[in-house]
């Protein structure tokens, strides 16, 4: 016994030996390699998380008509630009978890099944707290004040989604109009490959392929930055070439084109003249060959009576009727 209550006053060493196991194991979780990266991890996240937040500025540049960008433009550019990596990755994992979760989580029955069970409990606790305490728990966790929305955080809300309802608004136009050529491109071959993928792929998984193809694009150019470059260069040159052969070889044939044309206008010019000037030439020539004394002189004398008038030179004979032809002239006339 005597030993037993000295054991107890000095402490026991298997327990003493524990606690110091259990704190040294506690010491090195915290404080060693793995927490350091970890919170080194944190510190690191956390950071890029703030400078993304703060890249939400109007860029300095604007857009082909002279109008200014919104801050939504700087922020997704930094975003997809993965200069932050940390953030960029949280944010694209972020949205495959949500296409997944709408894809195999009933998520709206799952919202009407917790709203009927937090109404059942309280309205169960006011009820039962007026029968037992003659005081609903519900009303003694009840706030004195409800919380409403202030006017600043509602203008700050709405401010923030009507710059991002522009940027889509914009970008949009700026694609339709071809601002930046290879960005339009890109758009068509996309929606001409999801034109045909609609037909074997569901909704959620074209939202998976355009997210994917969204931010990992950005990523694998400024990997291969130099590369791809090079490549677009060159493929710029071959295409500058062959506009300029093809606008070089359109110039010389519109240039002959137009000779054989001038030609066959200068030939067809000259003899429509040529006969022109044959033309009026034969009028010319019959006019010169009649003369005046050609044609009947007009009478003189005035017409005072109906009666014809007869010429005194010619003798007035009597008129014979005309005899049929076999038919003998009779001697006395009747």
Not at 31 to 57: F, H, M, Y
Not at 156 to 176: S, T, Y
Not at 300 to 308: H, I, L, M
Request: proline share 5%; charged share 20%.
């Amino acid at each position: 016994m005597a030993d037993y209550a000295n054991g107890h006053a000095n402490g026991n060493p298997n327990v003493d030996a524990l606690k110091n196991n259990i704190a040294a194991t506690y010491n090195n979780v915290t404080n060693g390699p793995v927490a350091q990266n970890i919170k080194a991890e944190g510190v690191r996240t956390t950071d890029e998380l703030s400078n993304l937040a703060n890249s939400r500025r109007p860029p300095s540049y604007t857009a082909a008509t002279g109008q200014p960008l919104t801050h939504y433009h700087s922020f997704f550019s930094e975003l997809l630009s993965w200069k932050n990596p940390r953030a960029s990755g949280i944010a694209y994992l972020t949205i495959i978890s949500l296409i997944f979760s709408v894809r195999y989580l009933d998520v709206l029955r799952w919202g009407f099944k917790l709203t009927w069970m937090a109404l059942g409990v309280t309205i169960a606790a006011e009820v039962a707290g007026k029968a037992i305490l003659n005081n609903g728990f519900a009303t003694q966790l009840r706030p004195r004040k409800y919380y409403t929305v202030p006017r600043e955080t509602l203008d700050a809300v709405i401010g923030d989604v009507n710059e991002l309802i522009n940027f889509g608004v914009i970008e949009a136009q700026r694609i339709l109009f071809a601002e930046n050529v290879w960005a339009s491109a890109a758009v068509a071959l996309g929606a001409f490959i999801s034109y045909y993928l609609v037909k074997v792929v569901p909704y959620w998984g074209l939202a998976l392929i355009a997210t994917s193809i969204v931010f990992f694009a950005p990523l694998v150019y400024t990997t291969n930055q130099e590369l791809i470059d090079s490549q677009l260069r060159h493929a710029g040159e071959i295409i500058n070439d062959q506009t300029e052969q093809i606008r070089s070889l359109v110039q010389k044939n519109t240039e002959q084109a137009t000779q054989v044309t001038k030609q066959y206008m200068g030939d067809y010019t000259a003899k429509a003249q040529s006969l022109i000037k044959g033309a009026v030439g034969q009028e010319d020539g019959h006019k010169s060959e009649l003369k005046p004394t050609d044609f009947p002189s007009a009478p003189k004398e005035d017409f005072k009576s109906s009666e014809p008038v007869v010429s005194k030179d010619i003798k007035s004979e009597p008129i014979v009727p005309p005899t049929k032809a076999g038919e003998e002239e009779p001697l006395i006339a009747a």
